[in-house]
C-alpha cells in the first residue's frame, strides 16, 4: 500500500512533477571531434550538447528538426535504466511493446506488429543493428552494449529504411573508434547472482586508422524456479565481443569494418503452462511446474563494412554498406499437453545466414535543395529443423519415447530489393517540402518437407508409417510506397510537420504438416501524422507533440494451429484503423529537479463484420469486428523525477520512475485469458561521481514492487495449452565504471 501511495502522489502531480527514463536519455553523445558517419562530412553539425544527433533521415540532423516522431535514448542512458535488450526497452518507451513467444520476440509500434515469427515471417517493426537488417530476432538480445544511441522511429519508415518497415523502426548504434585513446569498464552485481562485465577500449593506431575493442558478458541465474526438473528459468549467459577499424586513407573517403561474435548458452525463455482457453490467475510467477527441460544455445558472427566518399562533383556523397550475418540457434521448450500421454519438448532449431548491400548517394543535408537516392539488396537462406519430440511416455501405453511426431525440414529462401529516392525543396527559407518513394520487390521459396507420425504425436494407438508432406512454396511480390512530408520552422526553437507515408509488409505462407503450404497476403499499413517539436525558456522546456491516423489493410494475424487443421496459422484478417496521440514533455526547473512524462494513446479496432476461426478441433468462428489490436494498450506512460545533489568532493544523482500501461490483449481474438492486465511499475537509482574522478557508483532497483507483468498469454493449440511468460522480477545491484 505504501509504494501505491507513492505513486498516486506520483501521478497527482501532473506533468511538472514527472520524469520519464526518456528525458534522462535524450541527450544523446556526438561524434568525437574530426569522425565523420554515415557518409556525411564531420562539420555537417555543429558539437552542441543541447542538440540532440539522430540518423532518422538518413543523414545527422537534430532530432528537434526532424520531421519523424521518435525517441532517442543515449548508451548512459540505457545503462542507468537496466536495459540491456530491446525486450527490456519497452520498460522505458511508452510506444514499445514487446512480446515474447518462446525463444522469439516481436515488437509493436502504435499497435503495428508482425505477429508471424515463423519462418517466413517478417517483422513490421524491424531492429537495424548500425544499419544491418535481419529478420530473426536470436541474437538482437546480445548487440546493445558499448551503444551511443538507440533511435525509436514510429510510423511507417519503408521509403528510406530496409524491408517491412510499415511500424516503424529500431535502430541501434554502435560507438565507432575515435581519435583520442580511452574507454570504460564496468561491472554490475546484484540479485539472482547477477554479474555484468561490459568494456571497450579505443585506441587511434595513426591519424588515418582508429580501432574498438568492445565485448560483454552477462549473467544471471533464472528468475524462475521450475519444478518438476528442478531449473532455473528467464535466466541469461550471454558473451559478446565486437573489433571495430576506421579508416581514412585519402581526403574524403571514409572506411568502417566491424566484426562481432555472439554466445549465448542459458536455459532462455520459460513459459507457465496451463489448461487452454480458461483465464488462470497469474499467481505465482516466480514457482511453477514443468515437466520437461528447456535450453538454449546461439553462435553468431556479424560482419559489416562500409565505405563512403564525400569528394565528388556537386558535393555529392557516395555511400556503400554491406555485410554478412551467420546464426546458429537451438531452442528446447516444454510442449507437454494434457491430450498426449507423454513428456515432449519442442525443439526449434534455425541455421540462418543473412547478407545486407545498400549503395546510397545523397547532396548535403544544408541547402535550398537537397537529395538522395539508393539501391537495396537483402537475402536470407534459412535451414529450419523444428520438432516435437516425445521424451517418455506414460507407462502401460506403446512406447514412443524418444521420438518425433512431427519434424519440419526446410529451405526457405528470401530475396528482397529496393530502390529508393526522397528529394527535399525549401520553398522558402522557413518552409520545405519533402517526397520520398520506394519501389520493392520480394521473393520467398521454400523446399523440404514436413513429416508426421499420427502414433507419437495424436495417439499411441494409431497405427502406420510417416505422413511426407512437402512444404514447397513460392512469394512473390511487389509494390511501391511513398511519403511527402512539409515542415515549417515557426521559430528557432518551434518546429512544425505533416506527413503522409505508406508502408508495405510482404506475405507469406505457412504449413501445419500435413497439408499443402498455405498462402498469404502483404499488408499495407497507410498513415497520416500532425507533428510539433518545441523548446522554451531558454531549452528547460521541451514539448513534442504527435497526432496521427492509420490504416491497416489485409492485416496478417496468428494462432496456433493444431497441427492437423488448415484453418489456423498466419492469415490475413481485414482492416483495422489506428489513432493515436504522442507527447514529450521535459522541463528543468533549476535547483530543483529535471521533470517530465512520455505519453502514448491508442485507439484501434478492427473493421466491421470479419470474421476468423481459431485453431481448435474442430475450429470455430468468431466475429472480430470491432476489437482492439493485439499488443496495443490504449494508455501507456512513463515518468519520474531526477535530481543532483553536492556530496561530499562530488555530486549524487537521485532518481525515481515509473511505467503505467493500460490493459491489452495478445491476440486479435480479444479472448480474455490471452490479455495483459494494467500493471505500473517502478525503478529507482542513485548515482555518485567524484569531482575529478573517473569512477562512478551506482546502485539501483528496477520494478522496485516486484510488479507481476505478463509478456505473452498465448493459446497453443498444438499442445493444447495456453502459455504465459513474464517480464522481470524485481532486481536490484551495484554497478561500478571506470573511464579512461
Known sequence: MQYKRILECLLASGAMLMCAHTAFAQVAPQPAEGTKGDGQKADTLKSDPNVVVVTANRVRSNAQTTAVALNVYNGAALADAGVSSVLALQTIDPSINVTNSGGSAYVAVRGVASTDITETGDPAVPVARDGFFTNRPFSIASSMYDVERVEVLKGPQGTLFGRNSTGGLINIITAKPGETFGGYLSADVGNYSTVNLEGAFNVPVNDKVQMRFSGVERHHTGYRNVTGVNLRGDDEGTKSGRLQVAFQPVAGFQGLISYQKDKVDDIGDITKNGPIATLTPIGDAKTFPGLAPTSTHLDGHRLRWEFSYDRLPWDLTLTYAGGYDSVDYLHKTDATGPVYPATRQYIIGNEVGTRNHEIRISTPLKGRFTAQAGYFYFTENNVVDTSVRNLTM???????????????????????????????????????????????????????????????????????????????????????????????????????????????????????????????????????????????????????????????????????????????????????????????????????????????????????????????????????????????????????????????????????????????????????????????????????????????????????????????????????????????????????????
Open 394 to 740: 506414460n507407462p502401460g501405453l506403446p512406447d514412443f519415447s524418444n521420438t518425433v511426431g512431427i519434424r519440419f525440414n526446410y529451405l526457405i529462401k528470401t530475396k528482397s530489393e529496393g530502390l529508393f529516392s526522397q528529394v527535399g525543396w525549401k520553398l522558402t527559407d522557413d518552409l520545405k517540402l519533402t517526397v520520398g518513394g520506394r519501389y520493392s520487390r520480394d521473393q520467398k521459396v521454400r523446399t523440404g518437407e514436413a513429416r508426421l507420425l499420427l502414433g507419437a504425436l495424436v495417439n499411441p494407438f494409431i497405427p502406420g508409417p510417416e505422413i511426407v508432406t512437402p512444404g514447397d512454396g513460392l512469394m512473390k511480390k511487389s509494390k511501391p510506397t511513398y511519403q511527402v512530408a512539409l515542415d515549417y520552422t515557426l521559430t528557432p526553437q518551434n518546429f512544425l510537420y505533416t506527413k503522409y507515408a505508406a508502408g508495405y509488409k510482404s506475405g507469406g505462407f505457412n504449413s501445419n504438416g500435413n497439408s499443402a503450404s498455405i498462402p498469404y497476403d502483404a499488408e499495407t499499413v497507410k498513415s497520416l501524422e500532425f507533428g510539433s517539436k518545441n523548446t522554451f525558456l531558454n531549452r528547460q522546456v521541451k514539448l513534442n507533440i504527435a497526432l496521427f491516423h492509420q490504416n491497416y489493410q489485409n492485416y496478417q494475424a496468428s494462432q496456433f494451429s493444431d497441427l492437423l487443421t488448415t484453418g489456423a496459422g498466419v492469415f490475413n484478417v481485414g482492416k483495422a484503423t489506428i489513432k493515436g496521440l504522442e507527447t514529450e514533455l521535459v522541463a528543468t526547473v533549476p535547483d530543483v529537479a529535471r521533470f517530465d512524462v512520455n505519453a502514448t494513446l491508442l485507439n484501434t479496432h478492427f473493421g466491421d463484420g470479419i470474421r476468423i476461426t481459431d485453431g481448435a478441433i474442430p475450429p470455430i468462428s468468431h466475429d472480430i469486428g470491432g476489437n482492439q489490436l493485439p499488443n496495443a494498450p490504449k494508455f501507456v506512460m512513463t515518468a519520474g523525477v531526477q535530481r543532483t545533489f553536492e556530496a561530499g568532493d562530488g555530486e549524487l544523482m537521485a532518481r525515481l520512475s515509473a511505467k503505467y500501461s493500460s490493459d491489452f490483449y495478445y491476440s486479435a481474438f480479444n479472448n480474455a485469458d490471452e490479455r495483459s492486465p494494467s500493471y505500473t511499475t517502478l525503478n529507482a537509482l542513485l548515482k555518485y561521481a567524484h569531482n575529478g574522478s573517473n569512477w562512478e557508483y551506482q546502485a539501483y532497483v528496477n520494478n522496485l514492487t516486484d510488479k507481476v507483468v505478463l509478456v505473452s498469454s498465448t493459446r497453443n493449440y498444438a499442445s493444447v495449452i495456453n502459455t504465459m511468460q513474464f517480464q522481470a522480477p524485481r532486481t536490484y545491484g551495484v554497478r561500478v565504471r571506470y573511464n579512461f
